[in-house]
């Protein structure tokens, strides 16, 4: 869907030029992101908490904007990202850096991990061989920020060669069928890891820049962030009106393994084809429980202004969170982007909706 012409010319006369690096993150609000600032942009803060962050599209268009941001997402992988494009202002990743993490140190003995216990799943042996040497190369970087920018590239570069850009589903015979394809992008699939690392590593060495104003990541509970904010921005996992919700950690599962390669194999339910994490899932993804997430959150930062980004046809509806907001003696606004279709999205009803509480 094409963004208005007036919000894309906002968007680049008010903001420093640096863009947010794309991404193919299921949910990823990068492509509103004009509408977003337009929405809110008028708001009077300074600090905020960008409470599900996920791949950082919305801490990033906080930061270009000159706030004090803090970014939270409880999946660790997300945080590195954060770390990477919001924390960090100066630090890139070098040209040897980026040699050392792709290539096998004869000095080393590698873990072969990946390549026994996923072949035949995600990617095939040559791509699960490079992803054992890259896994146990980025932890010798010698700076957590160098750290983060090639875990960024890394996560990237594993997200656009699987089909769906997910891990939810054992499915590596969908790229490599020889079939008449109507869907995805097969030359992408087959463009080579190295290659794709070295791409999104300088894209990311792009987006770097100081706002100076000291913004940082964490990872945790969105209800357990310490703190005082002027603003919480509140993205959580959709629930759609026929109770499906979005399990982001199962669909991305094999991306915090690899952050945690050295104990991933304790963490694994085997019992599952696709093998993802074992681990309690969010409250925020089932109809049953995510009501009562959001009341306690509400409760949490009721001394905040509250930005929620939501869809129209969510658990709770629209009128269910804004009635939660007027419990809590906020005045409530609320905005319609439209028809805004997600990748994948069969919903062709569905409104991209902001709720603003004061």
Known sequence: MALRQTQLHFFESALPQTE???????????????????TIGSLKFQSVLDA????ASVSYLLKTSGKAVTYNDYLK??????????????????????DFVLSRDPYITYDDFIYRTFR?????????????TVCQNIPRLGGRFQRALAYYALFQACIVKRPYNLFHRKNLYMRTAEVERTFGNKSTWDTPFEEHFRTFAAEANAAIFDSRIPCRALCGDALQVPGHYDLVYVDPPYVSTKGVGVDYFDFYHFLEGMVDYTAWNQRIDYGKKHRPLKGPRSPWSYPQTTRAAFERLFERYADSILV???????????????????????????????????????????????????
């Open 20 to 38: 947010p690096p794309s991404t193919r993150y299921q949910g990823s609000k990068l492509k509103i992101l004009p509408w977003i600032w337009e």
């Open 52 to 55: 599900f962050g996920g791949t």
């Open 77 to 98: 992988f997300n945080w590195f990202i954060a770390t990477a494009l919001i924390e960090n202002s100066q630090t890139r990743l070098s040209e040897p850096e980026i």
């Open 120 to 132: 035949d799943i995600y990617f095939t042996d040559e791509e699960n061989q490079w992803l054992d």
């Open 308 to 358: 929620i980004s939501y869809r129209s046809d969510g658990i709770p509806s629209e009128e269910q969170i804004i009635s939660l907001l007027q419990h809590q003696n906020k005045t409530v606004q609320r905005h319609h982007f439209g028809q805004y279709k997600y990748a994948l999205s069969t919903n062709g009803v569905s409104k991209e909706v902001v709720i603003i509480a004061t």
